[in-house]
């Protein structure tokens, strides 16, 4: 099978057709690591694509901030105002769908779908520390499991884990094809579809071939000017609108 792993879309419709389309022809099934909604301005039109397109879906935590099954006010004020914006656009079933999301998913034999990490939704895996306990958690918990994709980061970035648990991280993965040893563990982030945060601002997703064994980091562009029109329309935060420019 051949896998397009997409996360953090955050209602950004132009950067899921634009990945959709450049997947579509390449790929078996689509997963989405969660975060359909937040920030951007069109999540009617993201959830009604994600649940056509995507045969695995799990919870992001702007989600679970939509849905009510999470306070937010630990975001930043920008995410803040764009949950509450966003509560006043879905109907009662979107807001249904997206509570009754589970927090992850094994798909494929030997693969698992992450919003943050396997151990917790809302966890960041940005420090070397963080990533070595969630390949101990995974090793003693899920011991099938061969890659654990995970996003809420919004950067691309590959780490593994020897057979005697060196946890390194893997280099070059930037619309690179890495090859992954079956031996190895990997932790792998996709990157983001609708708001990158890796300093490019073409949307990032990553397609697994779990019979050739291979990770490929994808860069598709998109119409980044019509979805910060949106943004503009719909009185959302102006730093929501300019940070698409420069993907960060």
Request: charged content about 20%; glycine content about 4%.
């Amino acid at each position: 099978m051949r896998y397009a792993i997409i996360s953090d879309i955050h209602a950004n419709i132009e950067a899921l057709q634009a990945v959709i389309e450049h997947a579509k022809p390449q790929v078996d099934q689509f997963v989405c690591l969660g975060d359909i909604v937040g920030y951007n301005a069109s999540p009617n039109e993201c959830l009604q694509l994600v649940r056509e397109v995507c045969e695995v879906i799990i919870v992001g935590n702007h989600d679970q901030a939509t849905a009510g099954t999470r306070t937010y006010d630990d975001f930043n004020s920008y995410a803040q105002a764009a949950i509450d914006w966003t509560k006043t656009q879905l109907d009662a079933e979107a807001i249904t769908f997206l509570a009754n999301l589970a927090p992850t998913a094994v798909f494929g034999t030997h693969n698992l779908a992450a919003h943050g990490s396997p151990r917790h939704t809302d966890e960041y895996l940005l420090h070397p520390q963080l990533i070595q306990q969630n390949f101990a958690y995974l090793i003693k918990k899920m011991p099938r499991i061969h890659c654990c994709f995970v996003g809420h980061t919004h950067v691309p970035m590959i780490w593994q884990c020897s057979e005697e648990r060196i946890v390194s991280p893997v280099e070059k993965i930037k619309s690179d094809t890495v090859r992954l040893d079956p031996s190895r563990r990997y932790i792998i982030n996709p990157g983001s579809v609708g708001q990158p945060r890796h300093g490019d601002p073409a949307s990032s997703y990553l397609i697994l071939d779990d019979e050739m064994l291979t990770a490929t980091f994808c860069a598709v562009p998109y119409d980044i000017a019509t979805t910060q029109d949106k943004i503009y329309d719909a009185l959302l935060p102006i730093p929501l609108a300019e940070r698409l420019e420069v993907g960060r």
